[in-house]
C-alpha cells in the first residue's frame, strides 16, 4: 500500500493500523527533507488547500499551512472572523462557495462534533479534521504516535507494544485524548487516563483503557506521560476545587517527575498552561519532546496530503 484509498481523513477510528503505519512511515521520508536546503517538493503543484478554523488554533493551523507550502501547494486561508460567517452565511454556503473555487483540501476545525464528516459528505474535495468538538484530532493523534515510535524507534517494527502510556489531566472534554486513546490502543499500548473524577468519566473504559485517579501511584509505571491541557473554555461550572488544588494533585512537578522513570517521555499536545499542567523546569528537560511534537505535526500532515493526494514513488522527489 502506498497510498490513503480514502477522500478524507476524519478520525483515527476509522484508519485501519496499516494506514496509520503508512503515515508514520511517509512522515519520516517529509521529516528528513527539513534538514535539505531546499525543503520543499512539488507534490501537492497546481492543487489548492483552503483552512477553515472556526475555532482558534496556533499549532495545527500553522503546521497544515506550512505542510501545504513545503508540498508547493496554492495556501488559502479562510479566517472565519473577517469572512461573512459573521454576516450569518450557513457552514453549507460557505461550502458551495469553496467548492465552485474548485479547491482541492480543505483542513477543518469546528466546535461541533462530526462537522468535517457533514462537511465530508457535501464536497468533492478532500477534507481533513484539524479539530472538531469534544470528537476528534486525528493528526495530533497521528503525530503522537509518530514521536512515540521515532523516541523507541519502533516505527520499523510498526507496534507500541510493551509501553504503558498515561494520558493525564481534562479527558472529557479533549478530542486529543479520544483521537490518542484509539490510535495507542491500536498499535498494542496499555492506556491508563488520569485526572480528577470530574474530568475522567468512568464510560471512557469502553475505549479499552484503565482509569486511575491518583497520579502519584501511576507515574513510576508510565514510558510515556501525555499531559492534556485544562480547558476552562470548555467547562461549565467548576469541575475541581481550584487551579492550585488541580497542580497539587495532577501537575507533573518537578518532585513528581523525579519519581518517573528514566527513560520516561513527557509530551503535551499544547497549548501548554505552564504551572498548572506542567512546572516550567519540567518542560525545559530533554525527556520533554513538546517542541518536537511540534515539528513533527508538520512531517505528519505533509505525508497526509501526499497519501490523500495518491502517493507517488517517493524517489522522484529525490530528483527535484
Ligand atoms: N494541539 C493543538 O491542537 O493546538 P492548537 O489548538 O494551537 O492548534
Not at 78 to 92: P, R
Not at 201 to 211: A, E
Not at 266 to 274: A, D, E, L, Q
Request: charged share 25%; proline share 4%.
Amino acid at each position: 500500500m502506498n497510498s490513503l484509498k480514502r477522500k478524507d481523513l476524519l478520525d483515527i477510528q476509522s484508519l485501519s493500523v496499516e494506514e496509520i503505519l503508512l503515515i508514520c512511515r511517509s512522515a519520516k521520508y517529509f521529516k528528513d527533507i527539513f534538514t535539505r536546503s531546499v525543503k520543499s517538493v512539488p507534490v501537492l503543484r497546481g492543487k489548492a488547500v483552503c483552512t477553515l478554523f472556526y475555532e482558534p488554533s496556533t499549532r495545527t493551523r500553522i503546521s497544515f499551512e506550512l505542510a501545504a507550502k513545503r508540498l508547493s501547494a496554492d495556501l488559502i486561508n479562510f479566517t472565519v472572523a473577517t469572512s461573512s460567517v459573521v454576516k450569518g452565511e450557513s457552514l453549507i454556503d460557505t461550502v458551495h462557495t469553496l467548492e465552485a473555487m474548485k479547491v482541492d483540501y480543505i483542513v477543518m476545525r469546528h466546535a461541533a462534533s462530526m462537522a468535517p464528516h457533514f462537511l465530508s459528505r457535501n464536497i468533492n474535495a478532500s477534507v481533513i479534521n484539524a479539530g472538531d468538538g469534544f470528537h476528534a484530532h486525528p493528526t495530533q493523534a497521528l503525530l503522537d504516535t509518530y514521536s512515540i515510535m521515532e523516541q523507541r524507534e519502533s516505527l520499523d517494527d510498526g507496534t507500541l507494544a510493551g509501553l504503558h502510556i498515561g494520558i493525564i489531566g481534562d479527558i472529557k472534554h479533549s478530542r486529543v485524548a479520544r483521537s490518542d486513546i484509539e490510535a495507542f490502543t491500536k498499535l498494542g499500548a496499555k492506556v491508563t487516563i488520569c485526572g480528577p473524577p470530574t474530568l475522567v468519566p468512568d464510560d471512557f473504559k469502553l475505549y479499552g483503557v484503565d482509569i486511575s485517579y491518583n497520579l502519584d501511584e501511576l507515574l513510576p509505571e508510565l514510558n510515556v506521560i501525555n499531559l492534556l491541557r485544562i480547558q476552562k473554555e470548555r467547562q461549565k461550572g467548576s469541575l475541581f476545587p481550584s487551579l492550585r488544588e488541580y497542580h497539587r494533585q495532577f501537575a507533573l512537578t518537578v518532585e513528581r517527575f523525579r519519581r518517573c522513570r528514566d527513560d520516561v517521555i513527557v509530551m503535551h499536545p499544547g497549548p501548554v498552561n505552564r504551572g498548572i499542567e506542567i512546572d516550567d523546569a519540567v518542560m525545559e528537560s530533554p525527556k520533554a519532546i513538546v517542541n518536537e511534537q511540534v515539528t513533527n505535526g508538520v512531517a505528519v500532515r505533509m505525508a497526509i496530503f501526499y497519501l490523500l493526494a495518491g502517493g507517488a514513488p517517493l524517489e522522484e522527489m529525490n530528483e527535484e
